[in-house]
T-cell receptor, first 116, second 112 residues
């Protein structure tokens, strides 16, 4: 079974530029998550989708971050304009359904962003 | 709010040593508790879990017991191997909620 696919693996941009990350979850997984992991910290949830609807985006900086999950399958996370503090690894994860009864998320390898 | 605190890293041990990584939590409801592991070059993966007080989760020789009285979920292994070198994350989720909350992670290095 294929895992969660993310691209690009690495991206270096100047501040105020824009960047987009792509995620393809495990086939059949209804729930998709984007986490931000800053160096030395644990992952922080940015946004959660159930199929193509948003369940939780309370910690997404909506003035510069946006995400979509068209057709309830793959997803794109965009940052525009980027700031220095956005340097982090962006993790995509998926799960078959509701998280709370299993707690098991399947993570991709992440996309490392460096903002100069 | 809900949060997880792990012991500061990095932790360096010799092969076959005993391992403990401390984890304590604060939760407004009744959490389920988890340990995730991130091996070099790989994505995070679930190591073990416990869903109620006094439950013990175990996998790959690792164990953790859900202690409600001390709000803890310490990870232990009796004899570590070089292949256990990784970053370990403690996490919780509140029953009925959908957000997994992570600790800051503890980097473990095992020397041969």
């Amino acid at each position: 079974e294929a895992g969660v696919a993310q691209s690009p693996r690495y991206k270096i941009i100047e501040k105020r530029q824009s960047v987009a990350f792509w995620c393809n979850p495990i086939s059949g997984h209804a729930t998709l998550y984007w986490y931000q992991q800053i160096l030395g910290q644990g992952p922080k949830l940015l946004i959660q989708f159930q199929n193509n609807g948003v369940v939780d985006d309370s910690q997404l900086p909506k003035d510069r971050f946006s995400a979509e999950r068209l057709k309830g399958v793959d997803s794109t996370l965009k940052i525009q304009p980027a700031k220095l503090e956005d340097s982090a690894v962006y993790l995509c994860a998926s799960s078959p359904g509701a998280t709370w009864n299993t707690g098991e998320l399947f993570f991709g390898e992440g996309s490392r962003l460096t903002v100069l | 709010g809900n949060s997880v605190t792990q012991m500061e890293g990095p932790v360096t041990l010799s092969e076959e040593a005993f391992l403990t990584i401390n984890c304590t939590y604060t939760a407004t409801g009744y959490p389920s508790l988890f340990w995730y592991v991130q091996y070099p070059g790989e994505g995070l993966q679930l190591l073990l879990k416990a869903t109620k007080a006094d439950d013990k989760g175990s996998n790959k020789g690792f164990e953790a017991t859900y202690r409600k009285e001390t709000t803890s979920f310490h990870l232990e292994k009796g004899s570590v191997q070089v292949s256990d070198s990784a970053v370990y994350f403690c996490a919780l989720i509140i029953q009925g909620a959908q957000k997994l909350v992570f600790g800051q992670g503890t980097r473990l290095t095992i020397n041969p």
